[in-house]
């Protein structure tokens, strides 16, 4: 059901403890990505997979984006009302940025090993991984854009997005580690990781260019 800001603002007992959820969510998501990123670094760079090893790097970015959206939300709820739309167009910006960052990285990546050839090695690690957050992040996803239509939160819904690729990298990833491991197909690591450059520049210009507009 589809929840306007309007609607959450006119409960602010209701207001409040949405906000209270999404500083959970958002707490939540560093936490899970601050373990995913460990992971996936350490396994990318000992197989020698880009997919991995971006997989991690937008781990990080996610941590940033979420801890800068952490301290907005607990502004909101110490404002109680107050006109936060500044903070928020700020906010949207940065997560854009991250999105166009890691954009920047990957094709970057992707085009560098396809051309040298370099071949990774089999990470059942990383395939693991890859399931587990495939099955976690859209759960957590889902339930931040729950939370951004009941609190009337842009950001909250833009960070919400930056979970959904997280989620679809997982895919790409698993795709990728799998075709290497099970075929022998080295391309397949990072053309999974090239997949995603056109959807996370999408949602980076989007992020900063909803600046220029009403929150």
Do not use: H
């Not at 107050?82 to 949207?92: A, Y």
């Not at 071949?119 to 495939?134: C, F, H, K």
């Not at 989620?167 to 080295?186: D, F, H, I, K, R």
């Amino acid at each position: 059901m589809r929840i306007s800001a309007g609607t959450a603002a006119a409960d602010p007992a209701s207001r409040e403890t949405w906000v209270r959820a999404a500083l959970w969510l958002v707490g939540a998501t560093m936490l899970y990505n601050g373990v995913e990123a460990a992971v996936a670094l350490a396994a990318g760079w000992k197989a020698s997979s880009l997919a991995l090893v971006g997989f991690g790097f937008d781990s990080l970015l996610e941590i940033a984006a979420a801890g800068v959206l952490l301290r907005r939300l607990r502004t909101e709820f110490a404002a109680r009302g107050e006109d936060l739309g500044r903070e928020e167009r700020r906010v949207r910006r940065f997560v854009g940025g991250t999105f166009l960052a890691l954009a920047l990285y990957v094709a970057v990546q992707s085009v560098g090993s396809l051309v040298a050839r370099r071949r990774p090695d089999e990470s059942v690690l990383g395939i693991v991984l890859a399931v587990v957050s495939l099955t976690v992040m859209p759960v957590i996803a889902l339930w931040k854009i729950r939370a951004a239509a009941r609190v009337g939160s842009p950001a909250l819904r833009a960070e919400a997005k930056e979970t959904l690729a997280c989620s679809t990298l997982s895919l790409c990833l698993l795709t990728g580690l799998s075709a290497n491991a099970l075929a022998g197909w080295w391309w397949a690591d990072p053309a999974a990781a090239g997949l995603m450059v056109p959807w996370l520049v999408k949602e980076g210009l989007e992020g900063i260019r909803a600046q220029d507009c009403a929150c």
